[in-house]
């Protein structure tokens, strides 16, 4: 009689097992690396150049912000005062 083709319990933790253990092989080998921790401080490199542009544009908007508020203020006062002397 054939074995069924259908894996056991006991087979599929096997492989479950084996396959954790194998990924846990190749993150290690990565880890000790260097040229992926070369890679990985570019990257943070990179991230840290980002989000300085990012806060540098918001605070760029919210300047631009405050000013366009103050220079619509200077024309309504302007606009109230010819109101008021017509």
Same mark, same amino acid.
């Given at each position: 009689m054939a074995k069924s083709a259908v894996p056991s319990l006991a087979d599929r933790l096997r492989a479950s097992q084996a396959a954790k253990q194998a990924q846990l092989q190749r993150a290690q080998a990565a880890a000790a690396?260097?040229?992926? %921790?070369?890679?990985?401080?570019?990257?943070?490199?990179?991230? %840290?150049?980002?989000?300085?542009?990012?806060?540098?544009?918001?605070?760029?908007?919210? %300047?631009?912000?405050?000013?366009? %508020?103050?220079?619509?203020a200077a024309v309504d006062r302007s606009a109230h005062l010819?109101?008021?002397?017509?």
């Amino acid at each position: 009689m054939a074995k069924s083709a259908v894996p056991s319990l006991a087979d599929r933790l096997r492989a479950s097992q084996a396959a954790k253990q194998a990924q846990l092989q190749r993150a290690q080998a990565a880890a000790a690396n260097p040229e992926v %921790a070369k890679r990985r401080e570019a990257r943070q490199a990179l991230v %840290a150049v980002r989000n300085l542009r990012i806060a540098q544009r918001k605070v760029e908007d919210q %300047a631009r912000e405050e000013r366009e %508020a103050a220079e619509q203020a200077a024309v309504d006062r302007s606009a109230h005062l010819t109101h008021e002397l017509y």
